[in-house]
């Protein structure tokens, strides 16, 4: 039997508005998009925690200063090393465009995973997607940030998707 899951995925809901929206079409845009990514290399190379603050900011509603003391020195390291080698292409810009289709359509057992402190994107996107999707089971993580592959409650998630996987 086939299964999916969603980690972190816009779906439907709100999109972001105002400053968000333009400074996205600003910094985004295909013209600019490449070096707005090579700006922050160039930063995280000379600062990387304080790179690693900035990119965070835009990454957790929580204070992002906070979240780093959560994380592992092996964590930081690793989402550093995770942003630095990003490139977001149009993925920015076709996030605030996108439509989705009629997700009723999944049969699949489907698990959907949010972290309650996102701060990239709005949590009613996962909530659409669990009300549109027959089979589907929203899991809510703790996870202080969008990237909560690199939180604390990372076992728990790997452990949540081995069970799912498994049933």
């Not at 929206?21 to 490449?34: D, H, K, Q, S, T």
């Not at 090393?81 to 076709?94: E, I, P, T, Y």
């Not at 701060?119 to 996870?143: M, R, W």
Request: glycine share 4%.
């Amino acid at each position: 039997m086939s299964k999916l899951i969603l980690q972190n995925a816009v779906t439907g809901g709100r999109f972001p508005t105002g400053l968000t929206r333009l400074m996205a079409y600003v910094l985004f845009n295909p013209f600019i998009e490449a070096g707005t990514w090579a700006v922050f290399r160039a930063f995280a190379r000379v600062a990387p925690p304080a790179a690693l603050r900035r990119m965070m900011a835009s990454l957790t509603s929580l204070d992002p200063e906070q979240v780093i003391t959560t994380m592992s020195p092996e964590q930081q390291q690793a989402a550093l090393v995770f942003l630095l080698a990003s490139r977001s292409g149009s993925g920015f810009l076709h996030d605030i465009h996108h439509q989705c289709a009629d997700l009723s359509r999944i049969t699949a057992p489907t698990l959907i995973l949010e972290s309650k402190y996102d701060g990239s994107k709005d949590s009613c996107h996962a909530t659409y997607a669990a009300d549109q999707i027959v089979n589907a089971e929203l899991f809510l993580s703790p996870a202080e940030s969008h990237l909560f592959w690199f939180s604390s409650h990372d076992r728990e998630i790997r452990a949540k998707m081995q069970a799912f996987l498994q049933s």
